[in-house]
């Protein structure tokens, strides 16, 4: 299925892969009585509408983390799953705003799909007060006949969570662990806490046998928990690569921990790659993110 916005196709029989304008990924995972959307992309287009197309459940929103890519639907369901530690951050106006959100699905040009159209500020809800329900570590969502268990994995984000889906051997990763793993954002941890946090992780290894991302539709084997701890242990020896790349944040800088090839996989092998910054491989690389977002009403 598809629209101007959005794509869709089944990657088993309970899930289905949504993707969005700037390439990002959610899942909308369906039970006997419940589904539950595993992220809300950039808020571009009414995803809403287009999960209603796609299931007569009641649909419940958890996200994976509080960035621009993966909170956006929160702003039209009026209400969000997510990790207390995540929530200050999806207000951010970098997450939030609607400039930011256009920017976004504009800026993706190589991963993106392409377009019919561009979309305008008429396509972007603004962001608004939601609720916010905490979700932690051992949270269970019940969708009759399935069942969703919350693992915490922070890193990219302080607030980072996993969803596992025990009897799929299926688990959804949103950017917790990828070949770009971001680590020098606002709200990123240090390398040595997401060293153990993946550690935490590889508890639930033999839980799943493939996870699915917010970015890159395909499914990536397990293993890649332990690439990630081999990654962070040469970062912290000092031995990786620590090449200087661009970051977002731009009086920064970025270090790839692993040259990589031109298929972005790292040439040392494995799966997992990360960028950190230089003065965040013991201490998180900025200050906490605490403010209290005031938005409009409406
Ligand atoms: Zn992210």
Avoid at 240 to 256: C, F, N, Q
Wanted: aromatic share 6%; glycine share 12%; with cysteine.
């Amino acid at each position: 299925m598809k629209s101007k916005f959005f794509t869709a196709e089944k990657i088993t029989d309970r899930v289905t892969r949504v993707g969005g304008m700037g390439g990002e990924l959610c899942y909308l995972v369906e039970g006997d009585s419940a589904a539950l959307l595993i992220d809300g992309l950039t808020g571009v287009g009414s995803l809403k509408a287009f999960v209603r197309e796609l299931t007569e459940l009641p649909v419940t929103l958890a996200v994976t983390h509080g960035h621009i890519d993966h909170v956006g639907a929160a702003w039209e369901y009026g209400q969000v799953c997510v990790h207390p530690a995540d929530t200050a951050l999806m207000y951010e106006p970098m997450h939030a705003s609607v400039s930011s959100r256009l920017g976004f699905v504009g800026s993706r040009g190589g991963r993106a799909p392409k377009r019919e159209t561009e979309p305008t500020e008429a396509d972007v809800p603004p962001a608004r007060p939601v609720k916010a329900f905490p979700i932690r570590e051992g949270d269970v969502f019940d969708l009759g006949g399935v069942e969703i268990e919350v693992i915490e994995v922070p890193g990219h984000t302080e607030g980072t969570v996993v969803f596992l889906d025990r009897a799929a051997r299926i688990l959804f990763s949103g950017d917790a662990c990828n070949l770009n793993t971001l680590l020098n954002l606002p709200g990123s941890t240090s390398v040595a806490r997401y060293r153990e946090s993946l550690l935490h992780f590889k508890a639930y290894q033999d839980a799943f046998d493939v996870m699915y991302g917010g970015h890159g539709p395909v499914a990536v084997p397990s293993s890649i928990i332990d690439d990630g701890i081999a990654l962070c242990d040469r970062i912290l020896a000092g031995e990786d690569d620590a090449l200087p790349v661009p970051s977002m944040i731009p009086e920064h800088t970025g270090r790839l921990a692993a040259r990589r090839g031109e298929d972005y996989h790292p040439l040392c092998g494995g799966l997992c790659n990360i960028v950190y910054d230089e003065n965040g491989v013991r201490q998180p690389p900025f200050p906490p993110v605490t403010g209290v977002a005031i938005l409009k009403r409406g």
